[in-house]
Nanobody, 123 residues
Framework: QVQLVESGGGLVQAGGSLRLSCVVF????????MGWFRQAPGKEREFVAA????????YYTDSVKGRFTISRDNAKNTVYLQMNSLKPEDTAVYYC????????????????WGQGTQVSVSA
């Protein structure tokens, strides 16, 4: 019933910006904690950012603090990840996720996942 559809990935040069979007179909989006994870080749899946249902609390992994911003628009059933000052080490497949405990970080187990969108940052 619940489907997450991501968009906005692409290829950018170091220092550039991208904004990822994730639209949620079905479910009760406005009450779901939402977030983003990423996985680079040869590495484990890593927590990136999360936001609670009211957007009053956000969470970020240390490596993206000050560069990435997560936000949500409950009227549009959409969560965003604004990524600025991108670095080559940000290169990964980024996955939108829904319905998990935000402060569990990488150990979280979201109930729903998007298909992933590729972000590639060249040096």
């Amino acid at each position: 019933q619940v489907q997450l559809v991501e968009s906005g990935g692409g290829l950018v040069q170091a220092g550039g910006s991208l904004r990822l979007s994730c639209v949620v179909f079905g479910g009760t989006f406005s009450r779901y904690p939402m977030g983003w994870f990423r996985q680079a080749p040869g590495k484990e899946r890593e927590f990136v950012a999360a936001i609670n249902w009211s957007a009053s609390t956000t969470y970020y992994t240390d490596s993206v603090k000050g560069r990435f911003t997560i936000s949500r628009d409950n009227a549009k059933n959409t969560v965003y990840l604004q990524m600025n000052s991108l670095k080559p080490e940000d290169t990964a497949v980024y996955y939108c996720a829904a319905d998990f405990i935000p402060d569990q970080g990488t150990d979280a187990n979201p109930m729903y996942w998007g298909q992933g969108t590729q972000v590639s940052v060249s040096a």
